[in-house]
């Protein structure tokens, strides 16, 4: 019914993009936030940030990790701890002013398949990178599925490393009561991916609302199954 495999009693779901549109909001965010830095570092040299940068050093990272990634890939190694914060505190500010400003709606599909992993006795978390987890899943209504709930704020809090690594998923099996391997992760950015096989989790479910490369990208990343939309498992 749920398209996985019959040994999985906890789901994990990334939120941003597998659970509600603020992977949208989020990218807007990061690109307000670089181009200033950008724009204002080297104003004759300026190259904007693109959607393929979020995707490529941004999304699914803790926010500072993130920013240090996109620099990183600039050439640019020589910013120091307080620039890191300012620029991720900056794109921060801008994301949770348009979330209180427009809210935020989940994915009908979402929304759909959590209603049936609920009804088949199917636990959920819900494991992201955000600090802004929990306002997040209040705006889209979906506090009311969510058992167990690892946001960045226990990423900070724990000394947990970020996605790539596995640290944050592991948490969430942990706080579930169950080992990796009757997990599985549900993700749509390639960190994430990487960070759920990095674990060892027993199934790895990717969303691709990207569309060109990124579905291979992510079945190279070691995803088990790519969809568009988490509906199209709950008929599988």
Do not use: C
């Not at 920013?67 to 914060?85: E, H, K, N, P, Q």
Request: glycine share 10%; no cysteine.
């Amino acid at each position: 019914m749920l398209g996985l495999p019959e040994s999985t009693s906890v789901a994990l779901f990334d939120l941003d993009g597998v659970l509600t549109s603020t992977a949208v909001l989020h990218r807007d965010a990061w690109k307000q936030a670089f181009d200033a830095f950008l724009s204002e570092r080297d104003p004759e040299n300026f190259e904007p940030f693109t959607e393929q940068d979020y995707l490529d050093h941004v999304d699914g990272r803790p926010r500072d990790d993130g920013v240090r990634a996109f620099l990183r890939s600039r050439g640019i190694d020589d910013v120091d701890d307080d620039t890191v914060a300012a620029i991720g505190n900056g794109k921060n500010a801008m994301f949770v002013s348009t979330l209180e400003t427009n809210g935020v709606d989940p994915y009908p599909g979402s929304v759909r398949y959590l209603e049936a992993a609920r009804t088949a006795g199917l636990r959920i978390a819900v494991v992201t990178s955000s600090k802004n987890g929990a306002a997040v899943l209040d705006a889209a209504d979906l506090t009311k599925f969510v058992e167990v709930r690892v946001d960045g704020l226990d990423i900070v809090s724990r000394g947990l490393r970020g996605k790539p690594a596995p640290d944050s998923f592991l948490l969430g099996a942990e706080l579930m009561g169950v080992t990796p391997d009757e997990a599985v992760v549900f993700e749509d950015a390639i960190s994430g991916v990487q960070a759920a096989v990095a674990g060892k989790f027993g199934y790895v479910v990717a969303i691709d609302r990207v569309g060109g490369g990124q579905a291979a990208a992510m079945r190279t990343a070691g995803a088990d199954r790519v969809v568009t939309d988490l509906d199209e498992l709950v008929s599988a």
